[in-house]
C-alpha cells in the first residue's frame, strides 16, 4: 500500500466518531464514506459501536449502489441471498437478488411492512444477525422508526421472573399468528385518519398459515454471542407460544413481555433523511417502522445478514 494510501486510512480512521441518539440505544457514526472500502481499524471502531449502541446510523452518505450496501454488509457476516420469503417477499433490484426495495407510494392507506415492534424472521432456524438499510427518499416529516434495546428489556425484569423464563423456550412461526390487523395500523397523518379498511393485510400474507408455516425454537432468554449479556428474545410478529403451552396459556404472558420490551424508556426514534444508512443488531433489539406520512413517497432499500451457526 502506498504511503499516500496509508495516510488516507489514518485520517479517516482519525474522523470518525460516535454520538449517541437517545440514552439507551442507537447513535449516529461520522467521518465514514461508506462509498469506499471500509480499513479494518474503521471497521473495528464501527462494530463496537454497533454492538454497544445495537442500532447506529451514518447520515449524509454519498448516493450509493447496490454493490455498496453488499459491501458493508459483507463486513458484519455472510449476506442473506433470499431474506425475505413468500409471503412476506418484495422486490429485488434487477442483478441484485440479496437487495430489496420497500416502497411505500404516496396514495397508499394500507398498513406498512414493519408497522409493528419485531425483530426480523425469528420463525427460521438461523435469523438474521444485522439489517442494512439505505434511505433513497423519504418524506419531509414523518415515517420515522423506532428502536427497542432487549438487553434492558431482560435486565429489568424481577428476579421471580428472569428465573422462571430462564430455561423456557418460544415457538416462532411464519403464520404470523399475532401480527394481523390488530397489531397493525394503516396510513396516518394530521389529516388523514386511517378506516377499517386500511388495516387489512395483504391477502397473500393474510394467508400466511396456509402456506405450510416455517416454525423453530429458540430460548426467551438468549445470550448475545458477541456480549455475552443476556437480552429478551420475543416479539409480537413471530411468536406464537411458548413450547409445551397452548396459544390461549401463553398470550397473558407474552402480551406482558411484548410490552415490556417496547418500554419508551427502552426506545429510540430515528427521523431519515435522504442517503442515510442504518445498521442494526436484529438479535438484540426490536424494530417498529412508523406508519404517519400518508401523502409521501418513501423508499427504502435493504439487504440482511445471516446468524452465525
Not at 386511517?194 to 408455516?213: F, G, T, W, Y
Amino acid at each position: 500500500m502506498s504511503t499516500q494510501n496509508n495516510v488516507a486510512s489514518h485520517v479517516q480512521q482519525n474522523a470518525i466518531s460516535v454520538h449517541p441518539i437517545a440514552g439507551t440505544i442507537g447513535a449516529e457514526i461520522r467521518g465514514v464514506d461508506l462509498s469506499q472500502p471500509i480499513s479494518a481499524d474503521s471497521f473495528t471502531t464501527i462494530h463496537q459501536a454497533f454492538l454497544d449502541h445495537l442500532v447506529i446510523f451514518f447520515q449524509d452518505q454519498k448516493p450509493l449502489e447496490p454493490n455498496h450496501l453488499i459491501d458493508v454488509a459483507k463486513r458484519f457476516g455472510e449476506v442473506d441471498e433470499n431474506p425475505f420469503a413468500f409471503p412476506f417477499k418484495m422486490p429485488a433490484i434487477d442483478g441484485y437478488p440479496e437487495v430489496f426495495n420497500l416502497i411505500k407510494e404516496a396514495d397508499s392507506g394500507s398498513i406498512n411492512f414493519g408497522g409493528f415492534w419485531h425483530a426480523d424472521v425469528t420463525y427460521r432456524a438461523r435469523p438474521h444477525k444485522a439489517a442494512v438499510l439505505y434511505a433513497k427518499e423519504v418524506p419531509e416529516y414523518g415515517g420515522d422508526t423506532m428502536f427497542a434495546n432487549q438487553y434492558l428489556a431482560f435486565e429489568t425484569l424481577t428476579s421471580g421472573m428472569k428465573d422462571m423464563l430462564e430455561g423456557m423456550n418460544a415457538v416462532h412461526s411464519s403464520a404470523m399468528p399475532h401480527g394481523r390487523e390488530e397489531a397493525r395500523f394503516g396510513a396516518v397523518s394530521k389529516d388523514r385518519a386511517p378506516n377499517e379498511k386500511d388495516r387489512v393485510i395483504e391477502a397473500s400474507m393474510a394467508n400466511a398459515e396456509k402456506l405450510d408455516p416455517i416454525t423453530h425454537l429458540h430460548p426467551v432468554i438468549r445470550t448475545h454471542p458477541d456480549t455475552g449479556k443476556k437480552f429478551l428474545y420475543v416479539n409480537r410478529a413471530f411468536t406464537e407460544r411458548f413450547e409445551h403451552m397452548t396459544i390461549e396459556e401463553s398470550l397473558p404472558l407474552l402480551h406482558k413481555l411484548w410490552n415490556h420490551a417496547s418500554r419508551p424508556e427502552f426506545t429510540c426514534r430515528y427521523r431519515w433523511t435522504p442517503d442515510t444508512v442504518a445498521i442494526w443488531d436484529n438479535r438484540a433489539s426490536q424494530h417498529y417502522a412508523i406508519n404517519d406520512y400518508y401523502g409521501a413517497r418513501r423508499h427504502l432499500q435493504r439487504i440482511a445478514v445471516h446468524e452465525d451457526e
